[in-house]
Each structure stands twice: as structure tokens, then as C-alpha cells.
């Protein structure tokens, strides 16, 4: 992105505070279809669509079909095109580099250590990403403030040199939140929430979490809290 403008720094400074529907129906306005709702089909995420798509019919989404996820994630997706009457755009991992890697380095590597972790990340979530965002000015995520030790000074709106807007609309909600949102609207969301999954990436990545737990205890459990990032969300 170039040089961010007084006006639109203003605008966003002005945007901490408000609601969800604020935020989303600004990102609208100021970046039309050059903004899109980044997607993993979590608790989260559904909710953003059903804010957004009341505001637009024509909201676009996309997600990053990593090849390792579960198939109630597809199921939910599904759901959602239908619902909505929307078109989830996919982006997929370079086949060339999974081969590669798999060929090295076997189907598991991940597990073997955060490098080699951040590796897969990398294969299977940020190539795809990038070449999601070549095309936008802005994204529009999920991020909640109490998720993780990792995300608690998001802003809703966040400006970085050479590189989409990101935009937060749901920083300060709270899971209660999210949940109350969901069954209030009868918005369709990933039925592994139901089974103890509050968080969910890919499914060799991620486990069932007890309630004395974090909500994100489950996703890499083998790393500590600190490492717990894909990359798509570092700051
Ligand atoms: S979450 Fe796991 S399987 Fe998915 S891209 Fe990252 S390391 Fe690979």
C-alpha cells in the first residue's frame, strides 16, 4: 500500500470503540472491491460474513484451503455459499513446493520442530496468502483481543508499509460475544465447536481443548503460547 493518508489515518484512529458493523460497513466505503473477508470458516469468521453481508450482498470472501483441513470445515463453507449466495474464493499451496517438501521431509514434518512447523505454515498458508492479497487494498479478519497473549494490542484498523490494510472489526468481543451473535441469528458455523474444538485450523494441527483451558490451547499444543502464530497474523 502507499503512503497512508491523514484522512484515512484519522478515520481509522476514529474507528477504535465502534461497533463491529461500524467498522465493517467503513471498510466497505472506503475500499470497495478492493476488500476482502480473510476466512478460515471459524466461530469468528461466520459471524464477520453475516455483519458484512447485511451491510453488501456483494461482500467477498476468501480462504486458504490448505489441504490438511477438516472436512466439517468444508461442510460449513458450503453452508455459508449457500446461505449467503456467495462464492468463497480458494487459494491453494504450490503443488511444486508441497511436493518438494513432502518428498524431503515426509507428510509429518511439522510436528518435528517450529522451524520446520513455520516451513509448512509457510507452504500451505502464506504462499496462497500472498497471492490472496496481490490483488487487495485491505483484509478483514477475526481477530478478537483475548484469543492469545499474541493479538492483545490489535487495533481495529491497522496500516503497514508495502502491504494490505488489516481490519479488525471484532477486537474487543468476547467469546460469550461471538457465541450469543451466532445463535441469535442462526448463523452456520463449524460443528467441530460443538465437539470441543474453539479454535480450528488444520486438523493435524489442532485438538480438543478442556474449559479450564485457553481458547487456542489447542492449536499447536506441542509449541508454547509464544510461537503460536501461522504468520498470517504477525505483527
Ligand atoms: S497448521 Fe499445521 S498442517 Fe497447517 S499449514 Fe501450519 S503446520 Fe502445516
Not at 19 to 30: F, G, N, P, Q, R
Not at 51 to 58: L, Q
Not at 166 to 180: A, F, G, R, V, Y
Request: aromatic fraction near 8%.
Amino acid at each position: 500500500m502507499s503512503e497512508v493518508s491523514e484522512k484515512l489515518l484519522n478515520e481509522a484512529a476514529s474507528l477504535e470503540g465502534k461497533s463491529a458493523e461500524e467498522v465493517i460497513k467503513w471498510s466497505l466505503d472506503t475500499y470497495g472491491d478492493t476488500v476482502k473477508i480473510a476466512s478460515s470458516f471459524g466461530a469468528e469468521d461466520v459471524v464477520l460474513i453475516d455483519i458484512a453481508a447485511r451491510i453488501s450482498p456483494d461482500v467477498k470472501i476468501f480462504t486458504l484451503d490448505t489441504g490438511r483441513l477438516a472436512q466439517e470445515t468444508y461442510d460449513v463453507i458450503d453452508q455459508i455459499n449457500k446461505k449467503y449466495k456467495v462464492k468463497t474464493e480458494f487459494f491453494c499451496p504450490d503443488t511444486k513446493e508441497l511436493e518438494e517438501a513432502s518428498n524431503e521431509l515426509g507428510p509429518n514434518f511439522f510436528y518435528d520442530s517450529v522451524e520446520l512447523r513455520k516451513k509448512c505454515c509457510g507452504i500451505r498458508k502464506m504462499g496462497p496468502l500472498k497471492r490472496a492479497m496481490s490483488s487487495l487494498d485491505a483484509w478483514i479478519c477475526g481477530l478478537r483481543k483475548e484469543q492469545a497473549v499474541t493479538r492483545t494490542n490489535i487495533k481495529k484498523v491497522e496500516f503497514s508499509d508495502g502491504a494490505p490494510t488489516k481490519i479488525n472489526p471484532l477486537t474487543e468481543w468476547t467469546e460469550q460475544d461471538i457465541w450469543d451473535y451466532i445463535r441469535v441469528n442462526d448463523v452456520p458455523y463449524n460443528r467441530l465447536h460443538d465437539n470441543g474444538y474453539p479454535s480450528i485450523g488444520c486438523i493435524c494441527c489442532t485438538r480438543k481443548v478442556r474449559r479450564i483451558e485457553d481458547v487456542r490451547a489447542g492449536r499447536w499444543w506441542w509449541e508454547s503460547p509464544e510461537t503460536k502464530e501461522c504468520g498470517l497474523h504477525k505483527r
